[in-house]
């Protein structure tokens, strides 16, 4: 198993201004997300965190808005940048071992833009 | 888009009785997936059951999948009030490696 830390756990911003949110792994993982939950819905796959390369962005979400980095296996960041209220949501980062098996994740981003 | 439909969206039960959950698919899975997220934080993970095993079970958890009729069950015993929390079914498709996550099921156990 995997402890993933995530931080901040929650932040007030002004509209207009980027949050960078940050995950640590205490171990190897072969592959790290970025999900989006909105209250009282289910998470959405923002991207796939790729190790030293471009992240893979699913449908509707585009690097300009949400950069993400993974810089070694153990470390990410994602970006919520130029932010409206329509961002106010918690951010979720997760990663799993074994492709497509258990996913491990951080006790998520409550984000709220004013 | 959610591949995931969990019935019920929300159950309410007293400590001591049983809980189901339902979760319904729409296409071809590697494997199906529960979690359990308490109060908006992280997910944990509670099993997980391949596409050609038909039950599995761990503790108080059982679950069931049909992949004739496309669907899941979770089933929670002897509930506690500590079981209170929202759970989701999440799918990996086959050939792919993310997961496809469902509506969710909000479980209250009064004690």
């Known amino acids: 198993s995997a402890v993933i830390s995530q931080k901040p756990s929650r932040d007030i911003c002004q509209r207009g201004t980027s949050l960078t949110i940050q995950c640590q792994v205490d171990?190897?993982?072969?592959?790290m997300f970025w999900y989006r939950q909105q209250p009282g819905q289910s998470l959405t796959l923002i991207a796939t965190a790729n190790q030293g390369s471009e992240a893979t962005y699913e449908s509707g979400f585009v690097i300009d808005k949400f950069p993400i980095s993974r810089p070694n296996l153990t470390f990410s960041t994602l970006t919520v940048s130029n932010m409206s209220p329509e961002d106010s949501s918690i951010y979720l980062c997760?990663?799993?071992?074994?492709?497509?098996?258990?996913?491990?994740f951080g006790q998520g981003t409550r984000l709220t833009v004013v | 888009s959610q591949q995931g439909e969990e019935d019920p969206q929300a159950l309410s039960i007293q400590e001591g009785e049983n809980a189901t959950m339902n979760c319904s698919y729409k296409?071809?899975?590697?494997?199906l997936q529960w979690y359990r997220q308490n109060s908006g934080r992280g997910l944990v993970h509670l099993i997980l059951?391949?596409?050609?095993?038909r039950e599995k079970h761990s503790g108080r958890l059982r679950v069931t999948l049909d992949t004739s009729k496309k669907s899941s069950s979770l089933l929670i015993t002897a509930s506690r009030a500590a079981d209170t929390a929202s759970y989701f079914c999440?799918?990996?498709?086959?050939?792919?490696?993310?997961?496809?996550f469902g509506k969710g099921t909000m479980l209250l156990v009064s004690p």
């Open positions: 997760s990663g799993t071992g074994v492709v497509g098996t258990e996913a491990f």
């Open positions: 296409t071809s899975i590697n494997n």
């Open positions: 171990s190897q993982v072969t592959m």
């Open positions: 059951i391949r596409s050609n095993e």
């Open positions: 999440a799918t990996v498709n086959s050939g792919y490696s993310t997961l496809t």
